[in-house]
């Protein structure tokens, strides 16, 4: 008798500790990665799903990149900039860095991704400080007002406003990240910092 009883409450709770193992998941981890961006001419390109900087030879035909950095712009891989389905939406401006990128839960259904699109790029006049040249790009939108530029005692810096963007993927899963630095150690521009959380299965969920 006691033999019959035993039996059903190991099975039962076996069930129950398989049903909060499979509810369980462990929490996205916070990645930091620097990418040398100081190319004036080539742009380098990153995949969120190999964590990793990617050569890529043919961009507008490829899956395998999903944003790319060229000095201080950015372009990603959708819209006008690949076959992808990349894009980009403000998350938090109020709530920023570490902080703020912690506190994104999920993306919910209402976020409306930017792709990427033609715009209009002010750059330094050597010959005229006082007249920007004016230059068309194909960027992503959303992804234009990352930085302002500050006066310090080097001179005019560009400082990262450390704004959370959610991004959906070439492949169509999403991430969240912001841009820590746009400075190496040595103070050299061009390298940007990304602090990003990728989320692979798929779901909207970025816990």
Known sequence: ????????????????????????????????????????????YFSFEKDTIVNISEPENSLDWDIAFMRYMI???????GKGQAGVAIADTVHTGDEGLNAILNVNDTVKFVTDDTVIVYG???ANPAQPTIT???????????YKRED??????IVSRKWIYYFRTAKGKYAK?????????E?????????????????????
């Open 1 to 44: 008798m006691r033999t019959k009883l035993f039996i059903p409450i190991i099975a039962i709770a076996f069930a129950v500790f398989s049903c909060k193992k499979d509810d369980e998941k462990n929490p996205l981890v916070a990645q930091n990665k620097i990418i040398d961006a100081t190319s004036h001419t080539d742009w380098v």
């Open 75 to 81: 372009k990603t891989n959708g819209g006008k900039n």
């Open 124 to 126: 330094y006049n050597p």
């Open 136 to 146: 068309k790009y194909v960027l992503n939108p959303m992804l234009m007002d990352w």
């Open 152 to 157: 310090t005692p080097n001179g005019t810096m």
């Open 177 to 185: 990240f912001y841009i820590k630095n746009y400075y190496n150690d």
């Open 187 to 207: 103070g050299k521009s061009g390298y940007f910092t990304i602090v990003y959380k990728y989320q692979a299965d798929g779901s909207r969920s970025l816990e």
